[in-house]
């Protein structure tokens, strides 16, 4: 009873041309094969509304299926080991394994959850057939898979970073990548994450993700939108490769001059609530003058050290003297 009930809320499916969904494996084919063949290779896909998700809950449509291929949308796929949450993004062209994927001797449980919405579609064994005639489509999902294996080791290795802002900045510049996009103020990606979720992401605690968004959004170099989106300052990126990007699209950086900041309000489609041009003038200015003021703070510390230093050496031969009767050598 519960299999038909979990059933009876399974997403419905329908047939469509896979071609017509992907374009880059049409773009695999070439186009006069891809026109010849498009009508020939269909895949049944699943609508997911936003929300909770669980591979298991698209049986028996998935029962002979190698593979899930996201199509549009954004799935994030959480992990649970030992109490502690990981977890990666999913997007279009990614594909998905089906069936029992983890280690049978390390238990570890997997939640799923659909940003916004997401279609899916199953590859089973009506696509062999498709892959026999076109060899060129399984060369591009194998390499598919392989690219998004990096990806996964790029995630990796950003969560081995050593400080927290270190790692969102990584992160976010990670996901731009592939969903970034080039504005007058730095590079636009547009991915509503929660504090919790870059905590997942990054393996960082939720509060201590938030302190350090706090201090890059004072600095500039990372500021969220009211929407949900991310603004990142093209010399925030932590391999250097934005000012590369501000050198050839002319975008500002911290150290260009404040008239090379322009106001967003005139620029379509970015919102007029980023906090740059005039906003981030002053910001820099002021960081600039406080940086100013320790230095000079630093410097009269040292001064007053050295000082001490000079005045208890003084004293300290003084003594020797009184004690000895005769004079100290020097120190």
């Known amino acids: 009873m519960a299999a038909e009930a979990e059933n009876a809320h399974a ?15 049409a773009e695999a084919l070439g186009e006069d094969v891809a ?9 049944a896909t699943v609508r997911l509304e936003p929300g909770s998700w669980w591979p298991e809950s698209m ?10 291929l996201v199509c549009d949308g954004l799935i994030v796929r959480e992990l649970d080991l030992a109490g502690t949450l ?14 029992q994927t983890g280690e049978p001797l390390l238990s570890t449980r997997g939640r799923w959850h659909v940003s916004g919405a997401a279609t899916i579609a ?23 898979g392989a690219r998004q294996a990096a990806r996964a080791a790029e ?18 510049w990670h996901l731009a990548e592939r969903w970034g996009r080039m ?7 547009p991915i509503d994450l929660t504090h919790t979720a870059l905590g997942h992401l990054i393996g960082a605690r939720r509060s201590t993700v938030t302190l350090a968004l706090g201090e890059l959004s004072r600095l500039g170099s990372v500021v969220r939108r009211d929407d949900g989106a991310w603004v990142l300052r093209v010399d925030s990126n932590p391999s250097g490769v934005g000012l590369q990007l501000a050198g050839r699209l002319g975008v500002a950086t911290i150290g260009e001059p404040p008239q090379r900041a322009q106001a967003p309000a005139a620029q379509p489609g970015l919102g007029a ?19 100013a003021e320790q230095h000079a703070r630093t410097a009269d510390i040292i001064a007053r050290c050295r000082e001490t230093s000079r005045r208890m050496a003084t004293r300290r031969k003084q003594r020797l003297s009184s004690q000895t009767g005769r004079e100290a050598p020097p120190s």
């Open 11 to 25: 997403p419905a499916t329908r047939w469509e041309r896979l071609l017509d969904l992907d374009d880059d494996l």
């Open 35 to 43: 026109t010849r063949a498009r009508d020939r290779i269909g895949v």
């Open 59 to 68: 049986v028996p449509e998935v029962r002979d299926a190698f593979a899930l």
């Open 86 to 99: 990981t977890a990666d993004l999913i997007g279009p062209g990614d594909i998905v394994a089906v069936g």
């Open 122 to 144: 199953i590859l089973d064994g009506r696509m062999l057939p498709a892959l026999h005639a076109c060899p060129a489509l399984g060369a591009r999902l194998i390499a598919r």
């Open 155 to 172: 995630q990796r290795a950003i969560s081995q970073l050593p400080r927290v802002e270190l790692r969102i900045r990584a992160l976010l």
């Open 183 to 189: 504005g007058p103020a730095g590079v636009v990606v």
């Open 273 to 291: 609530s980023l906090p740059y041009g005039a906003a981030l003038t002053e910001r820099i200015d002021r960081l600039r003058t406080t940086t």
